[in-house]
């Protein structure tokens, strides 16, 4: 399943499917960008991160991919579990001690079983 | 590992009344974000403090003010609350000699009545 743009939409997928989420940020300045996950009622958790430097990061069943041309990141989680279900949202920052991340449109995974 | 610890996690405050969030930051991070999350939105960042200085400012109402203190804790004070201002509340630490990750706490949800 795949979500698009800065919406907020819910992406609906089965257990053990592939899921992709989608954003655009905002600020060609941005160079650093990280993926939280958020359930209900908790702080956002890291997932992954990536420098403009790089085009594709991986960690353990989750993937972003940076495409700096278009401004636009994508998180691609393999297997997607039910424990995976959340708000998912992508952040973007200059990379400077203390200046802001700022958040995108988070998309709400559903997984079912 | 020690997380970011905020305080307290739930709190309820008439209209017009003052409250004020404590964050404590992870050991050794010099800097703390605070953030406002409305009810199905996306975190809103509201100010920042690296080495005890204001170092970004977002959407802080004017009635908001933060510091952040010799031990690198932060409090948010808020007064003459409105309606409005009911939202979680999340602060993040970061530190300017490691990797720029952001860490959330697990918030501060108010109420105002």
């Known amino acids: 399943g795949e979500s698009v743009g800065l919406h907020l939409p819910t992406l609906s997928v089965q257990e053990g499917d592939n899921s992709i989420i989608n954003c655009a940020y905002s600020?060609?300045?941005?160079?650093?960008f990280i993926w939280y996950k958020q359930e209900s009622g908790k702080g956002p958790q890291f997932i992954i991160d990536?420098?403009?430097?790089?085009d594709k990061r991986q960690g353990q069943r989750v993937t972003v991919l940076l495409n700096k041309t278009v401004k636009h990141l994508s998180l691609q989680i393999a297997a997607t579990q039910p424990g995976d279900s959340a708000v998912y949202f992508c952040?973007?920052?200059?990379?400077?001690?203390?200046?802001?991340?700022?958040f995108g449109k988070g998309t709400t995974l559903s997984v079912s079983s | 590992a020690a997380g970011v610890i905020q305080s307290p996690r739930h709190l309820i405050k008439e209209k017009r009344e003052t409250a004020t969030l404590k964050c404590y930051p992870i050991?050794?991070?010099?800097?703390v974000y605070w953030y406002q999350q409305g009810p199905g939105q996306d975190p809103q960042f509201l100010i920042s403090?690296?080495?005890?200085?204001?170092?970004d400012k977002g959407s802080i109402p004017d009635r908001f003010s933060a510091q952040q203190f010799s031990d690198y804790h932060s409090e948010l004070n808020m007064s003459s609350l409105e309606l409005g201002d009911s939202a979680l509340y999340f602060c993040?630490?970061?530190?300017?000699?490691?990797?720029?990750?952001?860490?959330f706490g697990s918030g501060t949800r108010l109420t105002v009545v």
């Open positions: 993040a630490s970061s530190s300017s000699t490691g990797n720029y990750g952001y860490t």
């Open positions: 600020n060609s300045a941005s160079d650093y």
């Open positions: 990536i420098r403009s430097n790089m």
């Open positions: 952040a973007e920052n200059i990379n400077q001690a203390g200046t802001a991340l700022i």
């Open positions: 050991p050794r991070h010099d800097t």
């Open positions: 403090f690296y080495e005890k200085m204001q170092s």
